[in-house]
């Protein structure tokens, strides 16, 4: 497998994270945790299977996935390329006027939110591309012309760094204690631009900073403590179904993305 990243033009960097090119010429497998990042995929080469709990099958060519809450399956066949826009948090929301926690635990094809012609002509055009680099400033100019003429929702995204500081464990109780908004319009704003509520948003962060700071040697007593739960037996149900195993059997198997 090879992977290369680039990073967006000055305009799309309050949006888009990084942009991601994975090329598999034997074929291989990624087990894809969840993440805090709306993603769109756009296959160029080969094809690309997915499995998600009982959900399995065929990547479209175009494809937009938003956030989820158990770990997902991605098969990539011999001879396959895909370009991968990761958005920043709450960033994929200045592209459409859709609210984007209808996408939560699901993918759709490109065109079921953009017109079949401008995704087509997309689509075309990185075919025939020669170099990566090509392939990004394609796909750059497309998300220029998609970005809508409205400002940055400053207030959640005050919410999502706080969130993100606190690795996952401040309650939406303090979380609203320093804005100024009640909490039913707060989750309504949130689950608009994030793409999820604000409580699993935190468990998401929360169990994503448990794995990335996770030390052979922390008892399984002392990552619960680390993510906020006082109940081990729901941490470990959490886990399990955040990555598929229980916290000793996940850690062994390593590879995950």
Do not use: C
Request: hydrophobic letters at 40%; proline letters at 4%.
């Amino acid at each position: 497998m090879k992977t290369e990243r680039f990073l967006p033009s000055s305009q799309l960097r309050p949006f888009v994270k990084t942009f991601m090119l994975i090329e598999s010429e034997q074929g291989m497998v990624n087990k894809l945790l969840p993440g805090t990042s709306i993603v769109m995929a756009f296959r160029y080469k080969g094809n690309v299977r997915y499995a998600e709990g009982v959900n399995a099958g065929l990547m479209p060519t175009a494809v937009i996935t938003g956030l989820r809450n158990s770990m997902r399956l991605v098969d990539y066949t011999r001879e396959t390329a895909t370009l991968l826009v990761i958005f920043n948090e709450g960033g994929a929301a200045a592209l459409f006027k859709e609210s984007l926690h209808e996408l939560f635990g699901t993918s759709a094809t490109l065109d079921e939110l953009i017109p079949h012609r401008i995704v087509s002509e997309v689509e075309e055009r990185l075919a025939e591309a020669k170099t990566n680099s090509q392939r990004v400033a394609i796909v750059e100019q497309f998300l220029l012309s998609r970005l809508q003429e409205t400002s940055t929702d400053l207030l959640v995204q005050r919410a999502i760094q706080r969130i993100q500081l606190a690795n996952g464990t401040v309650r939406i109780n303090e979380l609203l204690a320093d804005l100024p908004i009640s909490q039913d319009p707060f989750e309504k704003r949130f689950r608009r631009v994030v793409g999820t509520s604000p409580k699993q948003f935190s468990k998401i962060v929360r169990l994503r900073s448990v794995i990335n700071q996770y030390s052979s040697t922390q008892s399984l007593t002392e990552m619960a403590h680390q993510a906020g739960y006082f109940d081990q037996a729901h941490f470990i149900k959490d886990f399990r179904s955040f990555t598929g195993k229980v916290p000793h059997l996940f850690f062994q198997s390593g590879g995950y993305w």
